[in-house]
């Protein structure tokens, strides 16, 4: 099983930009489709990308995110990115790296068995 741990997060400026990273540790990276999620305070995990198996694997999005994020992976570095551009106060949550080896329904946080601890991002307006 891998452990997951965020790096990244901070404070940037509406418009902005910025690049969470998630290390991963063991063999097995490459196994794992990976995602990210976020909670905003009082609310609820929000799914916000995912990306299957292959450093070139398929791509999915939340809708409040399309456009403006882009997940990718490098298997020979056990990590996968979160590219968040176009930054709005609404993206402010602590976003979570997830792992899964099941084959569908990436965008459910149940789907997932392993997390990482977080990172906070906070967007001023």
């Known amino acids: 099983q891998v452990q997951l741990v965020e790096t990244g997060g901070g404070l940037v400026q509406a418009g902005g930009s910025l690049r969470l990273s998630c290390a991963a540790s063991?063999?097995?990276?490459?196994?794992?489709?990976m995602g990210w999620f976020r909670q905003a305070p009082g609310k609820e995990r929000e799914f916000v990308a995912a990306?299957?198996?292959?450093?070139?694997?398929?791509?999915y999005y939340g809708d409040s995110v399309k456009g403006r994020f882009t997940i990718s992976r490098d298997n020979l570095q056990n990590t996968v990115y979160l590219q968040m551009s176009t930054l709005k106060p609404e993206d402010t949550a602590v976003y979570y790296c997830?792992?899964?080896?099941?084959?569908?329904?990436?965008?459910?946080?149940?789907?997932?068995?392993?997390w990482g601890q977080g990172t906070q991002v906070t967007v001023s307006s």
């Open positions: 063991g063999r097995t990276f490459s196994s794992y489709v």
């Open positions: 997830a792992a899964t080896r099941l084959t569908s329904n990436w965008g459910l946080a149940r789907s997932y068995d392993t």
């Open positions: 990306i299957s198996w292959r450093s070139s694997g398929s791509t």
